[in-house]
């Protein structure tokens, strides 16, 4: 298998407001985007976040070979227990995913 980080050009995650992250997979081409597309299964990016799948909102964005998660946040931003204030880390758990 492959892990997703060693075939797109990069992967960013960021808030989305205070209650909410997204996933940005930025596939480079046509011919990654549809293959990490067609590879990539929400129920399994909802397992590795740790959350039910219905929760997650998923975006093919064809003409720009973007592949984009929005979920909620496990923590409403600032609060005490909020570990990554600006989301930042959700990415790297995407990066290792085989696909």
């Known amino acids: 298998m492959t892990r997703l980080a060693d075939i797109v050009p990069k992967i960013r995650s960021k808030n989305a407001g205070p209650f909410w992250l997204t996933v940005d997979i930025f596939c480079g081409n046509a011919n990654v985007f549809d293959r990490v597309s067609a590879a990539i299964h929400s129920e399994k990016v909802a397992e590795l976040f740790q959350m039910q799948q219905d929760q997650l909102k998923r975006f093919d ?18 609060v005490q227990a909020d570990r990554d204030m600006h989301g930042a880390s959700f990415a790297n758990l995407l990066a290792e995913l085989d696909i």
């Open 61 to 78: 964005i064809s003409d720009l070979h973007v592949v984009k998660f929005s979920l909620p946040r496990p923590q409403v931003q600032g």
